[in-house]
């Protein structure tokens, strides 16, 4: 009773719907064959973070994701990277998520979509990850670490499970050097649930639990033309409904808007990094 009520802000920001619903409406709505889908047809949206399905292809190549690897997703939203690694580059991945509609959603596409021998998920969290030591090839994380309060305990657990030799690949945003942001973003309706810690700190805790940096880049540019593009889409009178509304309900362009004014303004970054458990 206790983790439930922990969780319950998160809850309540995420998933306070029937997301399932939601896409399974929007996408008959849109003209599709809800017994014949295909990855082309939820790419608009299932990927719920600043780069979308090129972010994550990104992602995966900055940290050599390769077949038959055993990858764990923190943080996986309805589950669009997780496929797009099992799909794309022949890995098992579990998504491990804090919010209860996004696992539904994303073990009903995942069905769907066939899917489902070589991706699953588990919801749980990040800081309590339910799986025995030294268990997969790569940890993998993107923009989710905004929401956690104890970073140090995230990295100490996403340490536990890497093999050794394997790595901690995460894209995130940070936080800069401006102060006063603007609310509400994707992952803060408010000061309240914003925990953004600055590139030092995380590279400093990820070294303190035992991992060993092997990259770590800016990618704010790339972050800001995207997110301009999303933000014209949403803005667009003829706007498809198969876009990130289907996941947010409330203030979408706003919460656009403002991310890309924090990350123009300095007042975050964007990062991707991968940090690797040598023994």
């Known amino acids: 009773m206790a983790r439930t009520r922990q969780w319950d802000p998160i809850q309540k920001h995420y998933g306070d719907t029937d997301i399932s619903a939601r896409i399974l409406t929007r996408l008959r709505r849109a003209g599709y064959d809800l017994d014949k889908l295909s990855r082309k047809d939820t790419a608009t949206f ?20 390769d077949p038959g690897m055993r ?31 996004f696992v539904r959603a994303g073990k009903m596409l995942t069905e769907r979509l066939g899917m489902a021998a070589t991706v699953d998920f588990v919801q749980a969290s990040a800081t309590d990850i339910p799986f025995k030591a030294e268990t997969f090839d790569i940890v993998w994380s993107q923009n989710m670490l905004m929401n956690v309060r104890d970073k140090e305990q995230l990295f100490r657990e996403a340490f536990r499970v890497t093999k050794p030799g394997g790595v901690f690949a995460l894209e995130t945003v940070v936080a ?55 933000l014209q889409a949403a803005k667009a009178e003829d706007r498809v409904e198969l876009d990130l509304s289907v996941i947010v309900t409330t203030a979408v362009a706003e919460k656009m808007e403002n991310s890309v004014c924090n990350n123009i303004e300095g007042k975050t970054r964007a990062v991707q990094a991968l940090f690797q458990r040598l023994a």
Do not use: K, Q
């Open 176 to 230: 800069g050097s401006g102060e006063g942001l603007h609310f509400p973003t994707f992952w803060a309706a408010d000061p309240s649930m914003n925990f953004l810690a600055s590139a030092r700190e995380l590279r400093e805790l990820a070294t303190a639990v035992g991992f060993t940096e092997a990259s770590f880049e800016d990618t704010t540019d790339a972050v800001i033309a995207n997110g301009r593009r999303r």
């Open 71 to 101: 990858v764990l997703d923190l943080g996986s939203g309805i589950g669009g990277p997780a496929r797009t690694l099992a799909a794309e580059r022949g890995c098992r991945v579990t998504g491990l998520e804090l919010t209860a509609e």
């Open 46 to 65: 299932d990927e719920f973070h600043g780069g979308g399905r090129a972010s994550t292809l990104a992602l995966a190549a900055f940290a050599s994701v």
